[in-house]
């Protein structure tokens, strides 16, 4: 099953059952996490699958965030073990982890308005999605709580996050990191997926989840260790090698270009980018500041 969060208003959303091409059946709930906050939601979605009425049409342009309330929003750098030993790195021993705050989040094919960066970068990310409060758990329960899978893209300003050694300032401008078109619930999927990169039309990042250091449910397990995660709650699993800032020389987004992000199975999102210059602090790297390729 793939679902959806549509929306239906100026402000308003609802969760909805993919039931076909830009065919979606809405269901009783605000959006996709709130769906999964009822216990029953599988039992629910297989109801509204067994007496379907009420389907709409809603083009692409109508999706919102899968998540838009999330309560945390949690993401896993160098990742990719080809992509981290091709830059010379040893593999790591514990996940690096930074947040994002729900407001970093936007639609599918939503413009991406970047304020006050020179070097917005792209990375193409499979999504895992929460679907039952985790503590303290398991690889095996932490497998049995992912909810599904969707498709991110971690876009960062890599002069804002090689200001300091914290990343997160560089990771988290609001409506930055699209996340969508569906979630593909985890009963659907199969044991890795297939992510592609485009910028322009032009494939720039291509990898395999297979070869990630700490999979989906490794990942939930050990964050879980930390900090309680809840039902939509959202993961992002890190990014294949062919970043712009890895690049020689390096390359970044330029205002209108138009990024692609897409996973076999799921979907893909379509996202032009705009570069809007700011008039706040300076942009500058100090040179004590450790550059990073994540």
Known sequence: MKLATLRTGEKSTTAALAVGTDSYLPLPYSNVG?????????????????APTGAVTASADRL???????????????????????????????????????????GPTDTIDVYGS??????????????????QADEGQAAAAIAGYTVANDVSMRDWQNRTLQWFQGKAFDATTPVGPVMLTSDDAGSSFDVK??????LVQSGNTATLVFGPAQLLSYISQFTVLRPGDLVLTGTPGGVGMGMKPPRFLRDGDVLTTEIAG????????????SGGTESRTPA???????
């Not at 709130?34 to 067994?50: I, Q, Y």
């Not at 993401?75 to 729900?102: Q, S």
């Not at 004590?288 to 994540?294: L, V, Y």
């Open 34 to 50: 709130t769906l999964l906050a009822d216990s029953g939601w599988r039992e629910a979605v297989k109801a509204a699958v067994a």
């Open 64 to 106: 919102a965030p899968l998540l838009p309330t999330a309560g945390k929003v949690i993401c896993c750098g160098l990742n990719y073990g080809d992509h981290i030993l091709e830059m010379g790195r040893d593999l790591p021993e514990y996940p690096t982890l930074f947040a994002k705050y729900a407001d970093t989040l936007t």
């Open 118 to 135: 020179e070097r917005v970068d792209w990375e193409a990310e499979l999504a895992v999605v929460v679907g039952s409060r985790l503590s």
């Open 197 to 202: 990169g485009y910028v322009n039309g032009e």
């Open 266 to 277: 799921i979907g893909s999102l379509q996202n032009i980018v705009r570069i809007h210059q």
């Open 288 to 294: 004590s500041a450790t550059s990073t390729k994540e």
